[in-house]
RNA sequence: GGCCCUAUCGUCUAUCGGUUAGGACGAAGCCUUCUCAAGGCUUAAAGCCGGGUUCGAUUCCCGGUAGGGUCACCA
């Protein structure tokens, strides 16, 4: 009853055990975003193991991907291993094995077709059926005599996956070994060693695949993007790892938007889904937006800021109209890049300096008078005039102050024509923000003097 | 093909035997100041099939079917 006791209450321990043959993907990582909350919900630890048995396809720009993106998502980890490190102590275990009469040294052809003859280490297969208890799903059982004696090593130095992972998490004190849905098969091969070495066999629990939309296993060739191209597109951390997490889990509640320690507060492995889930980036999309609306002003802005180009910020008036467009920009982005393509498109700049554009803009009004002769010259100016006189008289700067002086006059005139007169005075642009809001973030002086410009354009064209 | 896993709107999901099967994204429509957004409202949209168990199955069991995973001297 006592040993009972103490083995609930021995602390969790979990981890990731990515091997750096590639750069951390939405598939790839979501295990890593498990088994951290899992851990910190039971305030246990959290490893990060990086597995380079494999020495040809390892690549160490590959494990500084997965630590720079671990720690972009804010996924801090409690201890680091390199598993070709524990090369001494797997060399060991397989000396054991071998003296226990548990594995074999094995003289075989090379696979690679060389005819070169290696000898091989083979663990020899109890073929028995083995039977676990999968945290999500439940009671597996799997008749592992098909396996034959599989691989355990290339030779005495070089461990392959199922030796190394098993001696590694048992000597790190590895309690739950989450991981993907495709390591099921792998799982009796492991427990049998774990037998074999007389280690206690940890709890498993097998996640659903992240899917690409043919709803096959998201993989770089599906067009799993990396993890840094979703930090470059100027996504939030916290949104990538509520979306990642809420596809294939969910608390019961109708709750979406989750910041990471309330994921770590309602996270719940018997919750996890069973299917797998497909990876939806125009709800990832939405997401971010709602995670953008949470952000702080001071934070906002920084975001806004690192993605502006210099030039744009370097304009003389930048700093002093900045903080008035940020609620309009917040309105219109969904990702921070979003910010790098209006500035391409050139719905930036107009803001801090006067507009370009073809007189021949401002006549367009004439769209808004369907059926009507077109607009001129003649038609035009005496409406900017109108206006200037209007706008000499706000006294408040403000969306819905402007809107009460402006809106009689437009509706007298024709709303259509007036709105865009001024619309296209202040922005130069075809879309843009309302008047309204143009004429509260310019101010009365800067409103007046844009107007007098279109008033000098509109003078450039023959009536 | 063997073995294994899975199965509710197009997508992500709620439901722990009794519900008008709920929500979200997306879509469509409408409204809100001219454009672009944002916002609001409305609508369409689902229990794979067949057997059981039960007074009653989306839910439990079995069998199909379908999809996926895995079958390396990769991890």
Redesign the pocket.
């Known amino acids: 009853m006592n040993t009972e006791r103490t083995e609930q209450q021995k602390k969790v321990v979990t981890r990731f055990?990515?091997?750096p043959?590639g750069f951390l993907h939405s598939g790839t990582y979501r295990t890593a975003v498990f088994s951290y909350l899992f851990a910190k919900k039971h305030g246990g630890e959290f490893i990060l193991r990086i597995?380079?048995?494999?020495k040809e396809?390892s690549k160490k720009e590959y494990e500084e991907n997965i630590i720079d993106c671990l720690s972009w998502l804010n996924m801090s980890y409690d201890k680091f291993y390199r598993?070709s490190e524990n090369a001494p102590r797997h060399k060991e275990i397989l000396e054991k094995l071998i003296s226990d009469g548990k594995a074999y040294i094995s003289k075989?052809?090379?696979?690679?077709g060389s005819g070169v003859i290696?000898e091989?280490v083979r663990f020899k297969n109890p073929n028995r059926i083995v039977s676990f208890v999968d945290a999500?799903?439940?009671?597996?059982?799997?008749?592992t005599t098909?396996?034959g004696d599989?691989?355990i090593a290339?030779n005495l130095n070089?461990?392959?996956?199922?030796l190394?992972?098993v001696v590694d998490d048992a000597d790190e004190g590895v309690t739950h070994i989450i991981r993907g849905?495709?390591?099921?098969?792998?799982t009796p091969r492991h427990i049998l060693l774990y037998e074999a070495l007389d280690f206690n066999v940890p709890t498993y629990a097998?996640l659903?695949?992240v899917?690409s939309e043919?709803?096959?296993?998201l993989s770089k060739r599906k067009g799993a993007q990396a993890v840094t191209y979703y930090r470059d597109q100027g996504y939030l951390p916290g949104a990538i790892l509520n979306f990642i997490t809420?596809?294939?889990?969910?608390d019961?509640t109708?709750k979406?938007i989750f910041t990471l320690d309330e994921l770590i507060q309602v996270f719940d492995l018997e919750?996890v889904?069973?299917?797998?889930?497909?990876f939806?980036p125009?709800?990832l999309?939405?997401l971010n937006?709602e995670h953008i609306k949470l952000l702080s002003d001071v934070d906002f802005k920084n975001h806004v800021l690192s993605y502006m180009s210099d030039e744009l910020k370097n304009i003389a008036g930048f700093e002093k109209r900045i903080d008035a467009i940020l609620p309009t920009i917040k309105?219109?982005i969904?990702k921070f890049g979003d910010i790098r393509d209006m500035e391409t498109a050139g719905e930036l700049q107009y803001f801090f300096m006067d507009p370009s554009y073809e007189p021949a803009l401002l006549l367009c009004a004439e769209?808004?008078r369907k059926g009507k002769e077109s607009m001129t010259v003649k038609d035009l100016a005496p409406i900017y005039e109108k206006l200037k006189e209007i706008i000499s008289g706000i006294t408040e700067f403000t969306?819905e102050s402007a809107?009460a002086f402006i809106w009689p006059y437009?509706e007298e005139q024709g709303?259509?024509i007036v709105?865009?007169a001024?619309?296209t005075a202040l922005s130069g642009?075809?879309?843009?923000?309302?008047?309204?809001?143009l004429v509260s973030i310019f101010g009365k002086e800067e409103t007046i003097r844009r107007l007098d410009i279109a008033l000098q354009k509109l003078n450039e064209i023959n009536p």
Request: aromatic share 6%; charged share 40%; proline share 6%.
């Open positions: 055990a990515p091997s043959t597995e380079d048995t494999d396809r598993q075989e052809e090379a696979k690679d290696k091989i999500i799903r439940g009671e597996i059982k799997i008749d098909d396996l599989f691989v290339k070089e461990p392959l996956f199922h190394a992972v849905d495709d390591h099921i098969s792998n097998h659903p695949l899917l043919d709803r096959t296993k809420m596809i294939g889990f969910n019961g109708e979406e919750k889904q069973k299917g797998g889930a497909v939806n125009v709800k999309d939405w937006k309105e219109r969904v769209k808004q969306p809107k437009a709303r259509g709105l865009w001024l619309r642009k075809e879309r843009s923000p309302d008047p309204f809001t």
